[in-house]
């Protein structure tokens, strides 16, 4: 968003001297030039100006425009100051996945010792996941009874760093754990005309009111508006312990689950879904 407001605000104010192809020529020599011209910096003022304008003036607006290939700053205005990293970070986040992550996700870590499956979980976001429904990990659960869960040391944090305590009954909020099942929300769909929620063991967890969608802060209690738009909607669950045997007994109903008492060596790795998917 702000390279698209930048690019906005920089053709506001050149075309104020040129046309729309002149622009086009000045944008390339603002970027590839060597010097800042007076004509340039001319140009900087102005961009300055107008991000101070009486309608942005209330926003806090920092550009850094950097000649990348001898590194001269070509415009800087509160390039030192603190920002919200906000969106933009999730352009590093995919290029570090994308360079970094194999092949397949490693849907769980595992060991077989006589009749009992251990199992870790790896962070795989896509079991049961609403857009994903990857069910590898499951299936492979269901060929074994006795199933121990061997826990993450140390624990994951529910929300992580610099997230916003406030934002916990959104989406795009949903905790962070070693082993997630459906994303960690639950999704409540009225496509069909008629209501259907995921993971069912939640259904009685429902209240619909005339009021805002919600969810108690520190129990899984949620509170959906009653409309009649068909639409679905996804609402972070606060992840547990039981609830996560919970979640798996549910798939697996003949399961012997527990968590194991002591660490245990995990020596193999079961494969998801291919990382592009």
């Not at 415009?75 to 603190?82: D, E």
């Not at 099942?181 to 009685?204: D, R």
């Not at 949620?222 to 919970?246: G, M, R, W």
Request: charged share 20%; aromatic share 12%.
């Amino acid at each position: 968003m702000l390279l698209i407001n930048l690019k906005q605000n920089i053709e506001s104010v050149i075309n104020q001297y040129f046309t729309i192809r002149l622009m086009c020529l000045l944008l390339i020599v603002l970027l590839l030039t060597n010097c800042t011209t007076p004509r340039i910096q001319r140009q900087n003022k102005k961009f300055i100006v107008q991000l101070n304008h009486a309608k942005t003036k209330q926003e806090f607006t920092g550009v850094l425009v950097v000649n990348a290939q001898n590194g001269d700053t070509l415009l800087a205005y509160n390039h030192k100051r603190y920002f919200i990293p906000a969106s933009t970070t999730k352009l590093f986040t995919f290029y570090t996945a994308a360079t970094s992550l194999p092949k397949k996700l490693p849907a769980l870590a595992y060991t077989i010792k006589n009749d009992t499956l251990y199992i870790k979980g790896t962070g795989d976001p896509t079991w049961r996941h609403p857009y994903f429904k990857d069910s590898t990990a499951l299936s492979f659960l269901k060929q074994f009874n006795t199933i121990r869960i061997v826990k993450n040391y140390p624990t994951v944090e529910p929300f992580g760093p610099g997230w916003a305590w406030e934002d916990y009954p959104y989406y795009f909020s949903a905790e962070r754990s070693s082993m997630p099942m459906y994303g960690n929300v639950i999704s409540l769909s009225t496509i069909t005309g008629e209501e259907s929620v995921a993971p069912a063991l939640f259904k009685e967890n429902i209240t619909f009111k005339s009021t805002k969608t919600a969810r108690d802060q520190h129990r899984n209690r949620f509170y959906i508006k009653k409309n009649t738009t068909k639409d679905t909607l996804h609402i972070p669950f606060i992840v547990s312990d039981s609830l996560q045997l919970a979640l798996i007994q549910q798939e697996h109903p003949k399961a012997n689950l527990g968590f194991s008492l002591k660490p245990i060596p995990l020596s193999k790795l079961l494969n998801g879904i291919e990382t592009d998917s």
